[in-house]
């Protein structure tokens, strides 16, 4: 743990660890959750969807590995065990219990605007007291941002296709 770079965080960094848990759990289960919807997913543009699915599934292991950094440089530990990643997320999970497509979508999308409302108000929170943070929360919340875009367009070219037949 750096000290300076510690002393310059303006609030209560034991506070700001959890809430980078937090996140760093709602990362782990939508890592799981894009992963594994790729590898089950059914319907129309199967293929469109399972490439988007798995490349997000790459963005949030990498979201994973900034938050984890972070909190190591603050001085906190990385949520060790994946329990804990239920009881600390902001979004949960939902399995893609269902596997057709658009379901798999709508699942994705949900996950992604709670992604965005998280940090957001990371963003916030951290904008005039954390710089460090700000610059990770604000690059995350772009890419959830571009995440729920890219599965919004997907699910409604499959609804025009549907809509063309």
């Keep these: 743990m750096g000290t300076k770079g510690r002393a310059i965080v303006g609030i209560d960094v034991d506070s700001l660890i959890e809430v980078l848990n937090k996140a760093l759990a709602d990362e782990w289960l939508a890592y799981y959750q894009y992963w594994v919807g790729a590898k089950v997913a059914k319907g129309p543009m199967r293929g469109a969807v399972t ?65 965005i409302e998280a940090y957001q108000e990371l963003v916030e929170l951290t904008k005039d007291t954390d710089p460090v943070t700000y610059e990770i929360a604000l690059s995350i919340l772009a890419d959830e941002i571009e995440h729920e875009e890219d599965l919004q367009a997907l699910a409604e070219d499959i609804q025009l296709m549907k809509e063309r037949r």
């Excluded at 990385?78 to 939902?94: Q, S, V």
């Excluded at 994705?108 to 605007?113: A, D, H, S």
């Design 51 to 115: 490439a988007e699915l798995v490349q997000h599934a790459t963005e949030e292991l990498g979201h994973a590995e900034l938050l984890a950094n972070r909190i190591l440089q603050l001085g906190g530990t990385p949520l060790l065990k994946p329990a804990d990643w239920y009881e600390m997320t902001n979004c949960g999970y939902e399995a893609p219990d269902d596997p057709y497509v658009e379901v798999l979508l709508e699942q994705n999308i949900k996950g992604e605007q709670c992604a």
